[in-house]
Antibody, heavy 117, light 106 residues
Framework: QVQLVESGGTLVKPGGSLKLSCAASGFTFSDFYMSWIRQAPGKGLEWVAYIGRSGGSISYADSVKGRFTISRDNADNSVFLQMNNLRAEDTAIYYC??????????WGQGTPVTVSS | SYELTQPLSVSVALGQTARIACGGDNIASKNVHWYQQKPGQAPLLVTHIDDSRPSGNPERFSGSKSGNTATLTISRAQAADEADYFCQVWDSSTLVFGTGTKVTVL
């Protein structure tokens, strides 16, 4: 069965950096686009970034462009989100999702990121 | 940037039909996907490509669209359907989510 397990979320100070990981299993990882989506406390869903099957197609939300970098390792069935220059407004649960027909058909349980001094 | 607007809340009596609207400019020209999210859980895709149901999802959930509005219909509402619901489209190389609707089953 498809499983996505995020890790790496923690408390970090404003201006700090963090790298999130998402380990995938139960499907042919290199056949799918992958995405990061976040949800601030009590708020709705906000798409963050996606990456194509071989890593050649990448897109970011304007709110994170220039600060966040998405990458993947198809040999290790993993997708990553490097987050730099973090701000309080980046505080959220970060979900990893598999993209199928431009929808997130499977999601992980999320990893919480808190940006606070 | 493209925006999707949903009502803050919808109430439905047990066993009745709930309809959740998702408004966006000419949304009928786009593929619309719907997610259900219960407290403390990750979102779950309930319909995609307007009205296709992922394997295992109940037939009580169906999608439609016309003009500037897409609609998720929940038939024969059950207590387990109480959740937040989000619409989503793909636009200009971005994924766009709606503002979200809280569904209460009375």
């Amino acid at each position: 069965q498809v499983q996505l397990v995020e890790s790496g979320g923690t408390l970090v100070k404003p201006g700090g950096s963090l790298k999130l990981s998402c380990a995938a299993s139960g499907f042919t990882f290199s056949d799918f686009y992958m995405s990061w989506i976040r949800q601030a406390p009590g708020k709705g869903l906000e798409w963050v970034a996606y990456i194509g099957r071989s890593g050649g197609s990448i897109s970011y939300a304007d709110s994170v462009k220039g600060r966040f970098t998405i990458s993947r390792d198809n040999a290790d069935n993993s997708v990553f989100l490097q987050m730099n220059n973090l701000r309080a407004e980046d505080t959220a649960i970060y979900y990893c999702a598999r993209i199928q027909l431009w929808s997130g058909d499977y999601w992980g349980q999320g990893t919480p990121v808190t940006v606070s001094s | 940037s493209y925006e999707l607007t949903q009502p803050l809340s919808v109430s439905v009596a047990l066993g009745q039909t709930a309809r959740i609207a998702c408004g966006g400019d000419n949304i009928a020209s786009k593929n619309v996907h719907w997610y259900q999210q219960k407290p403390g859980q990750a979102p779950l895709l309930v319909t995609h490509i307007d009205d296709s149901r992922p394997s295992g999802n109940p037939e009580r959930f169906s999608g439609s669209k016309s003009g500037n509005t897409a609609t998720l219909t929940i038939s024969r509402a059950q207590a387990a359907d109480e959740a937040d619901y989000f619409c989503q489209v793909w636009d200009s190389s971005t994924l766009v989510f709606g503002t979200g609707t809280k569904v209460t089953v009375l």
